[in-house]
């Protein structure tokens, strides 16, 4: 069963630090590039932070320098993956998700964070 769950949100300071955790149930997850994905009120859904099988990594402009992907697949049918979100902005704020790229059309709930002083 495909199952995408997702945590480690909550309210920052500007300037502070969060990892958000992704844990991805089944074992087809592995050879899928993932991508972290946020969406803030009144805006699309977009993609900030992508992983390949290989651990090629790409990132928005956005949040280039700020936050890391990371991703463990040493879990046979669970594949976590991280984002250590570092010197967090006030535009940062939305709900975040992890999903497949291309994305699959099962979301998880997403973990919300909050960006405020």
């Known amino acids: 069963q495909v199952q995408l769950v997702e945590s480690g949100g909550g309210l920052v300071q500007p300037g502070g630090s969060l990892r958000l955790s992704c844990a991805a149930s089944?074992?087809?997850?592995?050879?899928?590039?993932m991508g972290w994905y946020r969406q803030a009120p009144g805006k699309q859904r977009e993609v900030v932070a992508i992983?390949?099988?290989?651990?090629?990594?790409?990132?928005?402009d956005s949040v280039k320098g700020r936050f890391t992907i990371s991703r463990d697949n040493t879990k046979n049918t669970v594949n976590t993956v991280y984002l250590q979100m570092n010197a967090v902005k006030p535009e940062d704020a939305a709900v975040y998700y992890c999903?497949?790229?291309?994305?699959?059309?099962?979301w998880g709930q997403g973990t919300q964070v909050t960006v405020s002083s």
């Open positions: 992983i390949g099988t290989d651990g090629f990594t790409h990132y928005d």
């Open positions: 089944g074992s087809m997850f592995s050879g899928y590039a």
């Open positions: 999903n497949a790229l291309p994305f699959l059309p099962s």
